[in-house]
């Protein structure tokens, strides 16, 4: 199972995957040239769910949830730092698509 971690060097956010970068995905949509945000609703936060979930599930899958996804998810992750898990991200997307 992957895991997700989210952690402030300084200003910058960074984001791995089972210790290695997470792929932005900016070849899938680019909302967000200049990184991966989590904490509030905007561009970053959108990159940030859209690569989540293309890392978990498929392109198409993806780009049609990512903004909501966003909202329901990445907008409340705490400003210093999280953890999510696979599991996580996939039992949210379930939950999203049967509302």
Same mark, same amino acid.
């Given at each position: 199972? @992957?895991?997700?971690?989210? =952690?402030?060097?300084? =200003?910058?956010?960074e984001?791995?995957?089972?210790? =290695? ?23 970053g ?24 996804? @966003? ?29």
């Amino acid at each position: 199972m @992957k895991v997700y971690q989210g =952690r402030r060097i300084g =200003r910058a956010a960074e984001v791995t995957v089972d210790g =290695r970068a997470l792929n932005p995905r900016l070849d899938l949509w680019n909302h967000s040239p200049s990184g991966l945000e989590w904490g509030y609703v905007g561009s970053g936060p959108a990159q940030l769910a859209l690569a989540l979930l293309a890392d978990c599930f498929d392109a198409e899958t993806a780009v049609e949830w990512h903004q909501q996804y @966003k909202e329901s998810v990445v907008a409340g992750l705490p400003y210093r730092g999280w953890t999510l898990t696979e599991e996580e991200v996939r039992r949210e997307l379930a939950s999203l698509q049967t509302q």
